[in-house]
């Protein structure tokens, strides 16, 4: 049983900061990629950010500059850095590990909020 715990998710002012952790427990053996996904209300779940085991990044256009994925001293964990945060971030954020096209696993989700 594989599970991923996120935490750090919130309300906060735009322009502010908050950072996401999620750490995966269970029966690991190998994950090529960690990321991070959202979805906002009433839109399609996108792509935030990737990185491989090796280290290699991904972003999506709308959050270069301001956010940074990056992998954790322990095993299977993911951290999603996140400044000068707008109202588009809003979302719910979900820890994504992949290992195969037909095997991933996705965390429960954390609210972000970004309003005044």
């Known amino acids: 049983q594989v599970q991923l715990v996120e935490s750090g998710g919130g309300l906060v002012q735009p322009g502010g900061s908050l950072r996401l952790s999620c750490a995966a427990s269970?029966?690991?053996?190998?994950?090529?990629?960690m990321g991070w996904y959202r979805q906002a209300a009433g839109k399609e779940r996108e792509l935030v950010a990737t990185i491989t085991n090796g280290g290699r990044t991904n972003y999506a256009d709308s959050v270069k500059g301001r956010f940074t994925i990056s992998r954790g001293n322990a095993k299977n964990t993911v951290y999603l850095q996140m400044n000068s945060l707008k109202s588009e971030d809003t979302a719910v954020y979900y820890c994504?590990?992949?290992?195969?096209?037909?095997?991933?696993?996705w965390g429960q989700g954390t609210q972000v909020t970004v309003s005044s």
């Open positions: 994504n590990l992949y290992i195969r096209a037909t095997l991933d696993y």
């Open positions: 269970g029966s690991i053996f190998t994950i090529n990629v």
